[in-house]
């Protein structure tokens, strides 16, 4: 890159990365080399295409070039450039929490659904991280109030970050520790979890992306279960009567879950929801 600086136009500097990204084995290499030089102009993906002969300056050359060598060394792209979009909306995120993805949707649409006709609904979210899930539903529903629940204090200090800019803060209450400990005496209309739920032989098999990730977001014991286990054994003291239980779950997990809940003999599976590609991925449990 150096040698052609000041001939690099938008058009050839992507061409080119693309291409050097392939050769480092990253997942989507035209699509992020569109995202890190948006960032870097402050303007959207469509800018590119209508300005491919646009010369880039050495400032722009410089930066861009930084952020190429962090995603060549396997860098998600969210944590380069400090946000992903979620629910339509732009959450800040750091390698302390879990970036958001698109399949979680599914979860936050099964919880909407069910709570967009209720008053003042009440939402916990257990694992809240970057805060995606609560925020975008107290954001969708202007009648609710949640709590956000996480083992790690910079996880919520990001929480926070994302409430105050979605202006949802109010309605917002976060609480550091493990699981349903933080609570006392409160019950909810709607439990909402993304959990850990992947086995821990699987971790080191993982893309070299997601162990940038905090392991305590990823690792959900010897068969990826035990935070569901937990979950559902003590949810029923935290749960109102006809309120429900919703769970992401993993690949080839939703019966497994499902099976839990019925052993448990409290909770009815209400819905096992398949995400965009097809797979079993959100699990909805209502209480007596």
Request: glycine content about 10%; some cysteine; aromatic content about 8%.
């Amino acid at each position: 890159m150096s040698e052609k600086k000041e001939q690099w136009t938008v058009g050839s500097i992507l061409k080119w990365t693309g291409q050097y990204f392939c050769e480092k084995g990253v997942e989507s290499p035209r699509l992020d080399a569109e995202v890190l030089l948006s960032h870097i102009l402050g303007k959207d993906r469509l800018y590119l295409y209508v300005h491919f002969d646009r010369p880039l300056d050495e400032q722009e050359l410089t930066e861009y070039r930084k952020l190429v060598k962090l995603r060549a060394q396997r860098t998600p792209v969210a944590y380069i450039i400090g946000y992903k979009e979620f629910m339509g909306l732009s959450f800040a995120v750091t390698p302390d929490v879990l970036i958001p993805r698109p399949d979680t949707e599914v979860l936050v649409e099964a919880v909407l659904e069910r709570l967009r006709e209720k008053d003042e609904p009440n939402i916990l979210d257990i694992g809240t991280g970057s805060g995606a899930i609560i925020i975008s539903l107290l954001a969708h529903l202007p009648q609710a109030s949640g709590v956000g629940i996480d083992v790690s204090s910079p996880a919520l200090a990001v929480t926070g970050q994302n409430a105050v800019t979605h202006q949802v803060s109010d309605r917002l209450q976060l609480l550091a520790g493990d699981v349903f400990r933080p609570l006392s005496g409160q019950r909810f209309d709607a439990i909402v979890s993304n959990p850990p739920y992947i086995p821990d032989k699987d971790i080191a098999g993982l893309a070299p992306e997601v162990h940038r990730e905090p392991y305590g977001a990823l690792a959900g014991g010897q068969d990826g279960l035990n935070f569901y286990r937990r979950m559902i054994s003590e949810a029923p003291g935290y749960v109102n009567s006809g309120g429900f239980v919703a769970f992401e779950v993993g690949i080839e997990q939703a019966e497994a879950v499902a099976a839990l809940a019925r052993d448990g003999g409290v909770f009815t599976v209400e819905a096992i929801i398949k995400d965009y590609g097809g797979i079993e991925r959100v699990l909805v449990l209502r209480a007596p």
